[in-house]
């Protein structure tokens, strides 16, 4: 997926456990993406994950709806704890069970 349009347009069809976004996307940022997807209830878990680290941007991503706000910089090693903990409350810690569904990647 190349850009928030394509994103949103995906997300038609699937319900991802997790979401990363970056807020600099082509046609249609991440902010404007988040915005549409709490607006419908749809996706899971939002991550922000940006070099855009102002505490206003933080504060303004969280406000909408993201479930973590992720400097680049600073920040970037705490997004594999928030997918082990996911997969472990989700039960995919020991990998996929019969009952989840995976979609392969483009």
């Known amino acids: ?47 922000i994950l940006s070099h855009f680290d102002s505490p206003q941007c933080r504060s303004r991503c969280l406000g909408a709806g993201a479930d973590y706000f992720l400097s680049k910089s600073r920040d970037f090693e705490r997004l594999r704890d928030i997918v082990e903990s996911i997969s472990i409350r989700r039960g995919l810690a020991n990998g996929p069970t019969e009952s989840s569904s995976t979609k392969p990647a483009p």
Not at 6 to 16: D, G, H, K
Not at 22 to 41: A, C, H, N, Q, S
């Open 1 to 47: 997926i190349s850009n928030g349009r394509e994103l949103l347009s995906e997300l038609e069809s699937v319900s991802p456990d997790l979401l990363i976004l970056d807020l600099m996307m082509p046609e249609m940022g991440g902010f404007e993406v988040l915005l549409k997807l709490r607006r419908g209830r749809r996706a899971g878990t939002v991550v």
